[in-house]
């Protein structure tokens, strides 16, 4: 709890220009969290206001920092373009000062970016004009990452696929964050929320909740949204303990709108927890010393919770994947192995990593073949 009201602290900070509308009016909110004056905030600015800005109102929620210290890292003409919000809570997380935006938007559509990152020109119109066309609750935006602009191949949709996206078929749940446009509409009739208390996956189980109860569409020839690479102190980076870094799993498959789902669609969703948050947490820990007793079953017990949330998963899983899961499992073998597994399961095109262990399911949606075949394709 924030000190004196057991609530998060929200600011609105008056700046010259704030409340002025673009010419047209308002059709996208674009809210920008910072937290530090180390981040590359006026560029993220510039992306928007000089490249983006027709029909955009930017807010910029200084996440525990004031807005004086924020303000005067941006260029000196987009100032007063800018309105500010401070917000302060507890967390090293992102999903509060979103929210805070998002709170405060009336545009028919919001999107959010970090500090860090920028958006190639014509984005905004482009989602914008995308999703007013379609009818979409959400546009998925094409994403690059860093100076070289290289191809993120998520979502791996269907060959082609832009419109009528289907979250099982489209393998919607493999695009973690909502980039692009959200319709305030669809988040308040789904009741979207990003976790606050998540210092990582607080925005998975957002977009989750997205996919399989609105209509997205992909931007996927479209001006994209650059993921940065300059910050050295983006929270996901931060090694922690696996009961804290996974605890949105374990809260996000308990709740009463993803038990609702059908088991399909929940296989979907748990198939993608386990490919990129359960095994990808033993990839990133390589260092066999943190692999203790406690840490080992804390990964079992993630583990157990998602087969238990969509009975049948692993049937999809390469023999390479199935490898793992069971020493996470079982907890058997000593730490090498365990990150040896999480190796050997990323040499994608050996046959261990294209061949799924139940042979009936070698061709099924979610099974390496088309998953591979997908993301190929996929631009």
Not at 246 to 252: A, D, N, S, V, Y
Request: hydrophobic letters at 40%; charged letters at 25%; one cysteine or more.
């Amino acid at each position: 709890m924030w000190p004196g009201t057991g609530q998060p602290r929200r600011v609105a900070v008056p700046e010259p220009g704030a409340d002025m509308e673009p010419k047209g009016g308002v059709g996208v909110d674009v809210i920008i969290a910072v937290h530090s004056t180390e981040r590359p905030i006026a560029r993220a600015v510039r992306s928007v206001l000089d490249r983006n800005g027709e029909g955009v109102r930017l807010t910029v929620v200084c996440h525990n920092i004031g807005a004086d210290e924020i303000g005067p890292l941006l260029d000196a003409h987009h100032r007063d373009q800018v309105r500010f919000l401070e917000h302060r809570d507890p967390y090293r997380s992102a999903s509060g000062p979103f929210n805070a935006g998002i709170d405060l938007a009336t545009a028919e559509y919001v999107a959010i970016m970090g500090s860090d990152d920028t958006l190639l020109p014509g984005a905004i119109s482009s989602w914008f004009w995308l999703a007013r066309r379609t009818g979409a609750d959400a546009v998925v935006a094409r994403l690059v990452l860093g100076l070289e602009h290289r191809m993120v191949r998520t979502p791996p949709t269907r060959p082609f696929r832009r419109k009528e996206l289907d979250p099982v078929a489209d393998r919607l749940s493999y695009r973690s964050a909502p980039l692009g446009l959200v319709s305030r509409a669809a988040i308040t009739r789904l009741g979207l929320r990003l976790e606050e208390r998540a210092q990582v996956g607080g925005d998975v189980g957002f977009v989750t909740r997205l996919w399989f109860g609105g209509k997205a569409v992909f931007d996927r020839w479209g001006p994209a949204y650059v993921i940065g690479e300059d910050a050295a102190d983006r929270v996901t980076y931060v090694q922690r303990p696996i009961k804290d870094e996974l605890r949105f799993l374990r809260r996000l498959v308990r709740q009463p709108w993803f038990e609702a789902l059908t088991l399909e669609q929940r296989r979907s969703a748990c198939v993608k927890f386990i490919r990129i948050h359960l095994f990808g947490a033993v990839h990133n820990r390589n260092d066999p010393e943190f692999w203790t007793d406690a840490e080992r079953a804390s990964l079992a017990k993630v583990a157990r919770r998602l087969l238990d949330a969509a009975p049948g998963v692993e049937a999809v899983l390469s023999l390479a994947d199935r490898r793992l899961l069971d020493a996470i499992l079982g907890r058997s073998g000593n730490a090498e192995r365990l990150i040896s597994l999480a190796l050997q399961r990323r040499r994608h095109g050996h046959p261990s990593t294209v061949i799924t262990r139940d042979l009936t399911q070698m061709f099924a949606t979610e099974a390496p073949l088309r998953l591979m075949a997908a993301s190929f394709l996929t631009r």
